[in-house]
């Protein structure tokens, strides 16, 4: 009996010791595994983060023949990760030339050169050649604004994904309605149509300087008289009446894009810029800024119209003769860069305001286009 009960205790002493071994070494895999899915997390984001979120800091771009208009809208795309969230899932073209020809697919092959490499900078050459197939050239100052909307509507064209083409237009596209009532026997006509941007004029009406990025979205939503030879054909009526002209805001995108419209024609058709102080705002509610009657969207829609500024693309020198760079804020560290070709270098807010613009300073930094991002749900 005593050899029993001794038998017995061993036993439970090695089923316990053999529980607390199991337990320690099942403990030790729980931890590796953890140590895996935090190791998978962090490819994962550094696989859908912009440029300046990786750890080895802010990649620059060569300028391959006045490319800085180009350069600074290559990063404010690809440190937009909800777009580049959307390339990384495009489809490969099955052929050599078919992929030099592609948009998307060399845009994702820059991206991929910037995040892997270890240099400051790497040469977007391989997608300027590809731009250049669509008129897009070399050794040519550029507009901005003309170039965003050129570049995006390749990419559009480009996607062979329904999907993907429909998050792109989902991310980007405005939505507004315009207006038209006959000022004689008031028969309205209302019409839905998308843009990729806000062309915001800088000047009123008489030449007056606006005097804030707040100012301008006012001046655009406002309603306009079309008399004399602006009259429009009234159906109703049966010939040409006076309208009353406007513009409402239907839906606005995860990405917005505001170009302010700092180049003008004189009569003589000769362009010149308008170079005057402009501030805009970190944070902008574009509820607070519009009135009911210049919008045309439920309180839902309304929320959700919380922004905050992510990038400029700003624009130094004369019409003839200039230089683009971006200021863009990193969506992870939260703050700012300034992408001057291949140079990259931190910044700060107060650097960003020097592009607000100076009538004094013809050369100075002047910003162009604004590009803000829609702030998460509370």
């Known amino acids: 009996m005593g050899q029993r009960s001794g038998r017995q205790e061993r036993s439970k002493k090695l089923e316990l ?40 800091g802010a990649i620059g771009l060569y300028n391959v023949g006045q490319s800085c208009c180009l350069n600074s809208l290559l990063q404010v795309f690809l440190m937009n990760i909800h777009f580049t969230g959307i390339l990384r899932r495009i489809t490969v073209p099955s052929h050599a030339r078919d992929k030099s020809r592609n948009v998307p697919y060399q845009m994702l092959l820059l991206l991929e050169k910037m995040q ?49 083409v429909e998050k792109l237009s989902y991310l980007y596209t405005i939505g507004v309605q315009e207006h038209l009532v006959c ?14 941007t806000l062309p915001l004029p800088v000047l009123g009406s008489d030449s007056y300087m606006l005097k804030s990025l707040e100012d301008c979205l006012q001046y655009f939503f406002r309603p306009e008289e079309l008399t004399d030879h602006n009259m429009c054909f009234c159906e ?33 058709a000769y362009v010149h810029k308008l170079s005057h102080y402009l501030p805009f705002p970190q944070d902008l509610d574009f509820s607070a800024v519009l009135t009911e009657n210049q919008c045309e969207a439920d309180d839902n829609e309304k929320a959700s119209w919380q922004y905050e500024l992510f990038a400029v693309v700003a624009h130094s020198g ?27 270098c931190k910044v700060s807010w107060d650097d960003v305001k020097c592009t607000y613009g100076h009538s004094n300073l013809t050369w100075g930094e002047t910003a162009y286009l604004l590009t803000y991002m829609k702030k998460p749900p509370q």
């Open 236 to 268: 109703q009526c049966g010939m040409k009446t006076p309208f009353l002209q406007s513009m409402k805001l239907v839906h606005l995108p995860q990405t917005l894009t505001i170009h302010l419209k700092r180049f003008c024609f004189e009569k003589s």
């Open 318 to 344: 004369s019409t003839n003769f200039g230089h683009y760079c971006a200021y863009i804020r990193s969506l992870t560290e939260r703050k700012w860069y300034c992408f001057n070709d291949s140079e990259v």
């Open 183 to 196: 000022q004689k026997c008031s028969l309205e006509t209302r019409r839905n149509s998308s843009m990729l």
């Open 17 to 56: 010791a053999l529980s607390e071994t199991m337990k320690a070494e099942t403990e030790v895999q729980n931890n590796k595994d953890e140590a895996e899915e935090l190791k998978a997390k962090d490819r994962r984001l550094t696989l859908v983060f912009g440029v300046a979120d990786l750890k080895n």
């Open 116 to 164: 892997c490499g270890k240099q400051k900078a790497v040469s977007p050459m391989a997608l300027a050649h590809c731009l250049s197939a669509y008129r897009v050239k070399l050794f040519v100052q550029h507009d901005a604004a003309q170039l965003f909307l050129t570049v995006w509507n390749l990419i559009k064209k480009q996607m062979k994904r329904p999907e993907l």
